[in-house]
C-alpha cells in the first residue's frame, strides 16, 4: 500500500476469481474502496460470521464502517437491480446511504437494453457468446456511440430524455424482427430504482477520487471479471464489453496513470469459465466435475456451472504483463486439497509447434502442454499461518512464483474472511 495513491484488484482469469473476497480482507488497510468497471453481470460472493452476501454493483468495501465506496463513471448501473442489492444489504444493517457516492457520469441499463440483449444475441445464433441477459453491452454500445443515457441525466427533463432513448431502442428492435417482450412491469420497477438513487450521494466521482489523493487518502479500485474476459486483449468476440485491465481503472475513475500503486492480481489454484469461448485447459472428464462439486464453481449472478480445468501459466503470464502486476493472490487452493496430483499448463501446441506465449486466436488448435506435481494431501482449511503449509504445496507456491515471476503474497484455503493466509 503507498501512501496518496491508487492500488488496483483485478482479476487475471476468466473472472469469478475471488476478487469480492480479497477487497473485503484488504479494505481495513483503505479509506476508500471504488469500482471501475462493468455492471450487475459480475457478482463477488463474499462470505462472513456465518453469512453470504453476493454483490454486483456495489463495491465489496462496503461492509467496514466509516469507508467511502464509490462506484466509478466506467460502471453501468441497472436502477431496479441496485435497488434490490442495496435494500437487502439495509436490511442487514449496513448503512449504505452515508458510505456510497455514485458518479453522475456513470451509464444506466434500462430495460430496453436488455431486451436488445436478448434480441442480438438470439440474432447470432449458433455464435452466441454468452451473454448473462444484463443488458450490459448495450448500454456500452450505447456509450461509444454518444447516445447513452447517465446518473446525471435523472436530475433533468430525464423522463423526455428516457423516452426518447426508450424510442431508439424499440426502432432498433422493430429492425431486428424482434417484438416478443413486454416491459411494463420491469419499467415500474426501473423508475423505481432511479427514484431510489436519487437518495444516494451522486457525485462528480473523477473530483472527488482525486480530491481523496491530494488529502493523502489510500484508494483501492475492485475490478468485475477478470483479464481474459478484456475487450481487447481477452478471448475475444467471447469477452464482456469493457476493459477489465488495469488501465481502465484510470478511465473508470478519472486518475492519471502516475496515480497507480501496486496491482493485486487474483488467479485460483485451477482456472473456470462461464459461457461460451475457448478455454484451453478445460476438463471434460471426472476430474473437472470434482474441481466444480469442491468449488462449488456455480456463477453468483446467473447460476450457470462453470467450465473447471487446470491452471493455465500461459495465460496468467499474459494477463501479468498487461496488467502490470506486482503482487498475486491464489484463491481457492484448499479445492485441491484431496488430489493426488496437480497439474499447471506451461505452454501450447499449436499447429505442431511449442509456444509459451499467448496468441491472437486459442480457438483452435491448442493444446495444453502440462507440468504435474505430487498433490499436498492435505486439508489446510484450519490453518493460521503458512508455517502449516506442507513441503509439497510450498514447492508448487515457489514453481508459481518463479514460473510467473510474480510473487505470491496472499493465499486463500476457504470462502470466510479467516480463511486468509498473508505470507511473510
Not at 460470521?49 to 467511502?68: A, D, N
Not at 471434460?284 to 501459466?313: K, N, Q, S
Not at 503449509?389 to 496472499?410: G, M, Q, R, S
Amino acid at each position: 500500500m503507498n501512501k496518496g495513491k491508487v492500488d488496483v484488484l483485478l482479476g487475471l482469469q476468466w473472472g469469478d476469481e475471488g476478487k469480492g473476497k480479497v477487497v473485503d480482507v484488504l479494505t481495513p488497510h483503505y479509506d476508500v474502496i471504488a469500482r471501475f468497471q462493468g455492471g450487475p453481470n459480475a457478482g463477488h460472493t463474499l462470505e462472513f460470521e456465518g453469512q453470504k452476501y453476493v454483490l454486483r454493483s456495489i463495491p465489496s468495501g462496503i461492509f467496514q464502517g466509516g469507508k467511502v465506496n464509490i462506484i466509478g463513471n466506467g460502471v453501468v448501473l441497472a436502477p431496479d437491480l441496485f435497488m434490490d442489492e442495496a435494500k437487502e444489504l439495509e436490511k442487514s444493517g449496513h448503512d449504505l446511504k452515508s458510505r456510497l457516492h455514485i458518479s453522475k457520469k456513470a451509464h444506466l441499463i434500462m430495460p430496453t437494453h436488455r431486451v436488445l440483449d436478448r434480441a442480438i444475441e438470439a440474432a447470432k445464433g449458433k455464435s452466441k457468446v454468452g451473454t448473462t441477459g444484463k443488458g450490459i453491452g448495450p448500454t456500452y454500445t450505447d456509450k461509444v456511440s454518444r447516445t447513452g443515457l447517465r446518473v446525471g441525466d435523472i436530475f433533468e427533463n430525464f423522463e423526455e430524455k428516457y423516452e426518447a432513448h426508450k424510442a431508439y431502442h424499440e426502432k432498433t428492435l422493430k429492425t431486428l424482427g424482434y417484438a416478443d417482450y413486454d416491459i411494463t412491469t420491469e419499467e415500474k420497477k426501473w423508475m423505481e430504482g432511479i427514484e431510489y438513487i436519487r437518495q444516494f450521494n451522486i457525485v462528480d466521482s473523477e473530483h472527488e477520487v482525486n480530491n481523496f489523493l491530494k488529502a493523502g487518502k489510500n484508494i483501492l479500485c475492485e475490478g468485475a471479471q477478470g483479464t481474459m474476459l478484456d475487450v481487447d486483449f481477452g478471448s475475444y468476440p467471447f469477452v464482456t464489453s469493457s476493459n477489465t485491465i488495469c488501465a481502465e481503472a484510470c478511465i473508470g475513475l478519472g486518475i492519471g496513470p502516475n496515480k497507480i500503486g501496486n496491482v493485486y492480481g487474483i488467479m485460483k489454484a485451477y482456472c473456470t469459465r462461464v459461457g461460451e469461448g475457448p478455454f484451453p485447459t478445460e476438463l471434460f472428464d471426472a476430474t473437472g466435475a470434482e474441481i466444480r462439486c469442491l468449488g462449488h464453481e456455480y456463477g453468483a449472478v446467473t447460476g450457470r456451472e462453470r467450465r473447471c480445468g487446470w491452471i493455465d501459466l500461459v495465460a496468467l503470464k499474459y494477463a501479468i504483463m498487461i496488467n502490470g502486476v506486482t503482487q498475486l493472490i491464489m484463491m481457492k487452493s484448499d479445492v485441491l486439497d484431496s488430489f493426488d496430483t496437480i497439474k499447471a499448463c506451461v505452454a501450447y501446441k499449436q499447429k505442431g509447434k511449442t509456444i509459451d506465449y499467448f496468441p491472437y486466436n486459442i480457438e483452435h488448435d491448442i493444446e495444453p502442454v502440462y507440468k504435474e506435481f505430487p498433490g499436498w494431501k492435505t486439508d489446510m482449511t484450519k490453518f493460521t499461518s503458512e508455517d502449516q503449509f506442507p513441503k509439497t504445496f510450498k514447492d508448487y507456491i515457489e514453481f508459481l512464483e518463479a514460473e510467473l515471476e510474480t510473487p505470491i503474497k496472499i493465499i486463500s484455503i476457504g470462502p470466510d474472511r479467516e480463511q486468509t493466509i498473508v505470507r511473510k
